[in-house]
C-alpha cells in the first residue's frame, strides 16, 4: 500500500497561487494513478484533478480547468496541484488520493487518502 501526506496550504487572496504537494512512501509511486479532491464545509468531498501513473494524462473538473494544474514527480514520489487565479469558492481541505487502474473521478474509486491540507481564500 501507500501512504500520502499533503502539505502546501494555507491562506491566499483572492486571485494568488498556491501549490499543493502529495508526498507518497510505501509502494512504488508509479504504479498509481492519483487524484485531488476537495471538502467544503458542509459539502461533499469533489473530484477535482486526476493523472495517470505516468503523468501523461490528465483530467480536470470544469470549474478548475486553466486554473490549475496536477502533476507528478515519480523520481520524488511526489504530486503537485498548482492552483492559478484562486477564487473563494476554492476553500476547502484538499485531498489527495491514488489507485490502481488508471484515472478516475469517483471518490470511491481510490483506495488511498492523505490527511487533507487546508486552502483559504479571501475576497
Known amino acids: 500500500q501507500v501512504q500520502l501526506v499533503e502539505s502546501g496550504g494555507g491562506l491566499v487572496q483572492a486571485g494568488g497561487s498556491l501549490r499543493l504537494s502529495c508526498a507518497a512512501s510505501g509502494r512504488t509511486f508509479s504504479m498509481y494513478a492519483m487524484g485531488w479532491f476537495r471538502q467544503a464545509p458542509g459539502k461533499e468531498r469533489e473530484f477535482v484533478a486526476t493523472?495517470?501513473?505516468?503523468?501523461?494524462?490528465?483530467y480536470y473538473t470544469d470549474s478548475v480547468k486553466g486554473r490549475f494544474t496536477i502533476s507528478r514527480d515519480n523520481a520524488k514520489n511526489t504530486g503537485y496541484l498548482q492552483m492559478n487565479r484562486l477564487t473563494p469558492e476554492d476553500t476547502a481541505v484538499y485531498y489527495c488520493?491514488?489507485?490502481?487502474?488508471?484515472?478516475?473521478?469517483?471518490?470511491?474509486?481510490?483506495?488511498?487518502w492523505g490527511q487533507g491540507t487546508q486552502v483559504t481564500v479571501s475576497s
Open positions: 488520493a491514488a489507485r490502481i487502474g488508471g484515472l478516475a473521478i469517483a471518490t470511491t474509486s481510490y483506495d488511498y
Open positions: 493523472i495517470s501513473e505516468s503523468g501523461g494524462n490528465t
